[in-house]
């Protein structure tokens, strides 16, 4: 297998906005998530 | 110099500096002709199969170019582009129709039959509030919304983004946190009111979700968007020069990506592929086959809004003109559906249709048995 090279250092600003899209990702997927499991809920539980 | 910066030298190129970036700069933009006609197109819907053969073609120039080594346009930037000018285009087209033309032959039977298979919001009592179109509570208010602002300015931006302008990539930043809040409030409305959005279509929830995945581009285009090096898009004042990648081998970094940003924007690209084919496939092929779905060519298209108006309203005496004076809804004039006290609905602040599920072509039964009991007076 080829070696993989090392990543390279962030600086602290880059380190910033990273941290902060990763937050940014976790609450929207996880919002979409959440009203996907209330729609399934409603659908097994209603007659649609 | 640091890494971000080195990403920005130009790089002479196989043909000499200037020649090389004139013909790499003629390439693109005969290539953004095809891709962003085609985009239109398949944005409007009806035309979408034409819109598809035209992006393809525009995607093949680009390649082509960049296989003959000339300095394209980062991939990434290509795909973002398209893929939210897309995204915008189908929803501001299919608003504007929902709003405008509703009650032309071929809107008001697509929207139907959209709005039976995935979303009732555009199928429970179509045609019936005074504005015409789709009934479901709140829905106009987004349409009107949208279509006014965040839609035209995001297709706006992506052209700006697309020129690799500053303005292209603020705006589209912009435009894009507006697009976390349309996803959040519009499901939040629908799922409020998931009764009348889910009652009797055919495929409930899953298909909604399904389709609107690839509506995802605003949370997908982001990461990329606050990690690209903006220097990469110019303001009026950059040299050209400086908007070049170090290198067109496969192996180098596109413009605008440094070392410790390339992992991110890889995957983020690779999305981006999912997406864009994904929308442009329903752009183009929604319609047509939501048509064989329901009935065509069996039944004309006439004949398949009439039966979905029947069962709709539940009323076989229902039928769909075959003409639509411009000066009809929204302009003047009621709807088809507003005197309509046929449907028959639980519920008044939160409706619970009592709608039927329709199956494969079940449609072209359902009318043949109306038509006969029309004929026979009704026995």
Redesign the interface.
């Known amino acids: 297998m080829p070696e993989r090279s090392p990543?390279?250092?962030?600086d602290e600003r880059?380190r910033q906005?990273?941290r902060?899209?990763v937050a940014?990702?976790i609450f929207?997927?996880g919002?979409?998530a959440i009203?996907?499991g209330?729609?399934?809920y409603?659908?097994a539980h209603?007659?649609? | 110099m640091s890494e971000s910066t080195t990403a920005l030298v130009a790089d002479d190129g196989p043909l000499g500096d200037s020649a090389h970036l004139e013909e790499s700069r003629r390439e693109q933009r005969r290539a953004d002709k095809w891709l962003i006609v085609g985009s239109a197109l398949i944005g409007a819907s009806l035309p979408g199969i034409i819109g598809l053969f035209v992006f393809l073609k525009g995607l093949s120039i680009q390649r082509d170019a960049h296989k003959r080594g000339l300095t394209m346009r980062p991939m990434i930037v290509t795909l973002i582009g398209y893929m939210v000018f897309i995204d915008a285009a189908l929803n501001t087209f299919g608003w504007i129709t929902d709003i405008f033309a509703s009650e032309s032959l071929l809107f008001h039977t697509y929207i139907m039959e959209w709005g039976n298979f995935f979303d009732a919001g555009y199928y429970w009592h179509f045609n019936q509030i005074g504005i015409g179109g789709a009934s479901a509570p709140g829905e106009k208010a987004w349409e009107i919304g949208l279509i006014l602002t965040v839609f035209p300015m995001r297709m706006a931006a992506c052209i700006g983004f697309l020129q690799m302008k500053r303005w292209g990539h603020q705006w589209l930043i912009v435009t894009c946190w507006m697009g976390v809040v349309i996803w959040i409030g519009y499901t939040a409305n629908m799922t409020i009111f998931a009764d009348v959005r889910y009652t009797g279509v055919v495929a409930p929830v899953y298909g909604w979700w399904i389709f609107n995945l690839f509506y995802i581009t605003p949370f997908v285009a982001l990461p990329y968007l606050h990690t690209v090096n903006r220097a990469a898009f110019s303001d009026g004042t950059t040299p050209p020069a400086a908007q070049v990648a170090t290198a067109t081998g496969t192996d180098a970094m596109a413009i605008g990506t440094t070392a410790t940003t390339a992992r991110l924007h890889r995957r983020v690209r690779r999305v981006c592929y999912g997406l864009l084919v994904g929308l442009v496939l329903e752009g183009a092929v929604s319609m047509p086959l939501l048509m064989v779905w329901y009935g065509w060519p069996t039944l004309s298209v006439q004949q398949i809004c009439t039966e979905l108006e029947r069962h709709d309203y539940s009323d076989i005496t229902r039928s769909c003109p075959n003409h639509y004076p411009l000066s009809g809804t929204p302009f003047g004039g009621k709807p088809d559906g507003a005197d309509a006290t046929t449907t028959t609905d639980a519920g008044v602040v939160q409706p619970r249709p009592t709608i039927s599920r329709i199956g494969f072509r079940d449609l072209v039964t359902m009318y043949h048995h109306d038509e006969a009991t029309l004929h026979s007076g009704g026995k």
């Open positions: 990543r390279p250092a962030m880059e906005v990273r902060a899209l940014v990702q929207i997927y919002y979409l009203v996907i209330i729609q399934f409603m659908y209603r007659n649609w």
